[in-house]
């Protein structure tokens, strides 16, 4: 099996348990075909939710993960936002010092 071929969650969870058990993820890429990046994002999944995580629910995993990524990127930037505006203040409190 290869790129453009289905994948079910059972034939994920065989390649993401030889992951697991410490085969290299290029051979396993190699023989099946299958890009590390998407083996590694396979274990992932499967880590996080078992085989119900190799389902088509995988893709909502990923967009959950991506949608907490943001949410921590936003409050990040609002946070040094409100730290470069801490300094201003202090620096025109303070004439500059």
Excluded: C
Excluded at 5 to 22: D, F, I, N, P
Excluded at 38 to 64: C, N, P, Y
């Amino acid at each position: 099996m290869g790129k453009g071929t289905r994948w079910s969650a059972g034939q994920k969870r065989e390649v993401t348990l030889r992951l697991l058990s410490g085969e290299s993820a290029e051979v396993i890429s190699r023989e099946v075909k299958i890009p590390v990046p998407e083996l590694l994002s396979w274990q992932r999944d499967f880590i996080e939710a078992g085989t119900e995580g190799l389902k088509k629910q995988g893709k909502k995993l990923e967009l959950r993960r991506l949608e907490r990524a943001e949410k921590t990127i936003g409050k990040l930037l609002m946070e040094l936002e409100l730290h470069k505006k801490k300094e201003n203040y202090r620096k025109r409190t303070n004439g500059g010092s």
